[in-house]
């Protein structure tokens, strides 16, 4: 099973989670690509990090949105929004380059991830860059990239709520956001062993996912994740990257 963490959000002076020691911890990195959050210089510093860990790298793109750290919905011509995903792979892989790495998968960040009408700005930017899609197992999104032939993997939260349909639980919501690291560990290890996820009302959902995601942004993110990593380890679910 994949560990991934979204970092590199930081931006100029305002720093955002522990990059480097999340790094220490998981096996992908899903690295800001400039547009909801980071700058060129922290998308350097965490690739050289990751390269000198041995974790995978990859672009996380997201609506050019600083204040609303890309949670908010924004109107696009497809074609332009497209191209703004390209962009920010090209920057990312320029800075990879020269911190010994390269971008090995592509995952939208915060609405974008959620975007129905904005899917197939994400599946050509992903053709036309050569990568693979992280996203949601069963996803309109994973459905239509799979469909025009781009590799898709799946994740699943362990730090998020979701509803019975599968779909995660808006963040505006109560209850959206999980930090008790009992309650966070329970989840990553049915995700990993059993492929399922208990939405907010006790439906059991199937969840077959590749990867596991814990926001580096969430309270006490490194805590919770050496607490998720120990018990994967502990129950012989082997950690390494999904690509």
Known sequence: MDLN?????????????????????????????GFHAGDAHTMRRVCGWAAARGVTVGAQVGY???PGFGRRFIEYDL?????????????LSALAATAGCRVRYLKPHGALYHAVAHTQSIVEAALATG????????SVLATAAGDAGARVFAEGFADRAYRADGTLLPRDKPG????DTDEV?????LMAVDQRVIALDGTVVPHPVDSICLHGDTPGAVALATSVRSALQHAGVPLRAFV
């Open 64 to 66: 050019r949105d600083l």
């Open 131 to 138: 990568l693979p899609v992280l996203c949601a197992p069963g």
């Open 185 to 189: 560990v329970a989840r990553a290890l």
């Open 5 to 33: 963490a979204d970092l590199g959000e930081g931006f100029g002076r305002w720093a955002l989670g522990d990059d480097e020691a999340l790094l220490d911890l998981v096996t992908s990195a899903n690295v800001a690509c």
């Open 79 to 91: 074609g332009v929004l497209r191209d703004e995903i390209v962009y920010q792979v090209g920057a």
């Open 176 to 179: 959206a956001l999980i930090t």
